[in-house]
């Protein structure tokens, strides 16, 4: 079954007004979302049970889009034992690239006790750079980060879980993940940072800014 926030997140696809998804077996309506015809059901069910035929019959590679130009356009997929239905303005590839790529992507989620622990390191050090960014130069302190989640990642169980954005260290998910790994590699991360915080500002500012960080923490807990 599909994720629902991956298929609300068709809806922010601007060439995308809607979506139908249907059970391959009986082409009832599991769910919809967006402007779409009525008849659109039927249409997915159909098409994409005929495509399926098609591909067994003729040895053809497994369905992955099918295309439909007419009064209204379509992009059929089978992302598992049903068919996806969207809505489109237009086939460009830009399009396209982003549905598959909402729908196929690798579910990152993981515990959600983990991925909790995880925001709340990333938010850490997220304030933390923000805090020696300050009277400094915020571009260097966004690549010691990146470069230390590069060096210190060295069996890749972060890389696709871990990115920084702008000034923040955002989440992706901590799929594969245990609480011990996290508070692992996190520390390093911290450590690395304040290594680098010592060596431009001296210990006791270093300490300071550290200090100023853990308030804010504290505060936003209340």
């Given at each position: 079954?599909?994720?629902?926030?991956?298929?609300?997140?068709?809806?922010?696809?601007?060439?995308?007004?809607?979506?139908?998804?249907?059970?391959?077996?009986?082409?009832?309506?599991?769910?919809?979302?967006?402007?779409?015809?009525?008849?659109?059901?039927?249409?997915?069910?159909?098409?994409?049970?005929?495509?399926?035929?098609?591909?067994?019959?003729?040895?053809?590679?497994?369905?992955?889009?099918?295309?439909?130009?007419?009064?209204e356009?379509?992009?059929?997929?089978?992302?598992?034992?049903?068919?996806?239905?969207?809505?489109?303005?237009?086939?460009?590839?830009?399009?396209?690239?982003?549905?598959?790529?909402?729908?196929?992507?690798?579910?990152?989620?993981?515990?959600?006790?983990?991925?909790?622990?995880?925001?709340?390191?990333?938010?850490?050090?997220?304030?933390?750079?923000?805090?020696?960014s300050?009277?400094?130069?915020?571009?260097?302190?966004?690549n010691?980060?990146?470069?230390?989640?590069?060096?210190?990642?060295?069996?890749?169980?972060?890389?696709?879980?871990?990115?920084?954005?702008?000034?923040?260290?955002?989440?992706?998910?901590?799929?594969?993940?245990?609480?011990?790994?996290?508070?692992?590699?996190?520390?390093?991360?911290?450590?690395?940072?304040?290594?680098?915080?010592?060596?431009?500002?001296?210990?006791?500012?270093?300490?300071?800014?550290?200090?100023?960080?853990?308030?804010?923490?504290?505060?936003?807990?209340?």
């Amino acid at each position: 079954m599909i994720q629902s926030e991956k298929l609300k997140g068709l809806l922010s696809i601007e060439n995308v007004s809607g979506y139908t998804y249907v059970n391959a077996e009986d082409g009832s309506i599991i769910t919809n979302g967006g402007i779409t015809p009525g008849y659109m059901d039927e249409v997915v069910a159909y098409i994409g049970s005929a495509g399926e035929i098609l591909s067994s019959k003729f040895n053809l590679r497994k369905l992955n889009c099918i295309k439909i130009d007419g009064r209204e356009k379509f992009v059929i997929l089978k992302p598992d034992e049903n068919y996806l239905g969207i809505m489109v303005d237009k086939f460009d590839d830009e399009t396209i690239n982003k549905i598959i790529g909402i729908i196929y992507e690798e579910d990152l989620t993981g515990d959600p006790k983990i991925l909790k622990v995880l925001n709340t390191k990333a938010r850490q050090l997220s304030l933390l750079i923000e805090e020696f960014s300050k009277g400094s130069d915020p571009e260097k302190w966004k690549n010691l980060l990146v470069k230390a989640i590069e060096i210190l990642d060295q069996d890749k169980k972060f890389e696709k879980l871990l990115r920084v954005e702008g000034m923040e260290l955002v989440v992706k998910g901590a799929k594969g993940l245990d609480k011990d790994i996290v508070d692992k590699f996190m520390k390093m991360l911290l450590d690395f940072l304040v290594k680098e915080a010592i060596k431009e500002f001296g210990n006791d500012e270093a300490k300071n800014r550290v200090h100023n960080v853990i308030e804010r923490l504290s505060k936003e807990k209340k």
